[in-house]
């Protein structure tokens, strides 16, 4: 798929540049066709089982982009691993809502790494993302960055409801550093994963929330139904 994506870049890029170089679009603007046209793209890998997908860092590529991109990727319903990072992609509230749609389609899916680090998504994108998450039910292993994007004690809440549906989660590694999400939200969390009775492995990013001793309340708290537990504050 990386030549393939390649191609699809160049070709973006030949029939672009040259308006570009006239003042008629600007980078924003390639960079979101880029992502428009791999999505057509990516929607013709139907039988695949298996997708990586690196997005270089500031590329911008905003909420159309990211909903492109998630046509493309929802129409790979045998896919069963994701890896996908946009991360500092600007895709902002609307583009994790749309992103999230769209992944939940993916139904066959057990292990998803998804870095949405710095992106503006803000408490009702994570709240988006945690509809969409929630409808992943073969889910058993989840990477999930969040870093960095201001979701709030809401937004927090939101997510542990839909985290708390993936019955068959087993491995979770969860970066909500740096989201003013609040002592209180941060236990209502620990909560949330305490119940999942499948989930034997939990890493928990809680740094830079404004808080200092939260953090070993919810250890302890998931030590109760998880053997393997690391929260970072």
């Not at 998803?112 to 998450?133: F, P, Q, Y």
């Not at 409808?135 to 997510?159: F, P, Q, V, W």
């Not at 969860?174 to 609040?182: D, F, K, M, V």
């Amino acid at each position: 798929l990386k030549d393939r994506n390649e191609n699809v870049c160049r070709m973006a890029k030949d029939g672009f540049l040259s308006r570009w170089r006239q003042g008629q679009d600007d980078q924003t603007s390639l960079d979101v066709f880029i992502f428009q046209l791999l999505g057509e793209e990516l929607s013709d890998q139907f039988t695949r089982a298996e997708l990586q997908f690196n997005v270089l860092q500031h590329s911008q590529i905003f909420a159309f982009g990211a909903r492109a991109l998630g046509d493309g990727l929802s129409k790979l319903v045998h896919l069963t691993t994701l890896k996908l990072n946009l991360e500092d992609s600007a895709i902002g509230c609307e583009g994790a809502k749309g992103l999230s749609d769209s992944l939940s389609k993916l139904g066959n899916l057990t292990t998803m790494k998804l870095n949405l680090e710095v992106n503006l998504i803000g408490t009702e994108g994570a709240k988006g993302l945690s509809d969409g998450l929630s409808k992943l039910g073969n889910l058993s292993t989840l990477d999930l960055n969040l870093g960095r994007n201001k979701i709030s004690s809401e937004g927090a809440t939101g997510l542990g409801d839909g985290l708390s549906k993936l019955g068959n989660l087993t491995t979770l590694d969860l970066n909500l550093e740096s989201n003013g999400i609040g002592p209180r939200s941060a236990r209502g969390l620990g909560d949330h994963l305490s119940k999942l009775g499948n989930l034997t492995s939990v890493k928990l990013n809680l740094k830079l929330n404004g808080f200092n001793s939260v953090a070993l309340d919810v250890e302890e708290q998931l030590h109760q139904t998880i053997r393997d537990v690391t929260v970072l504050d």
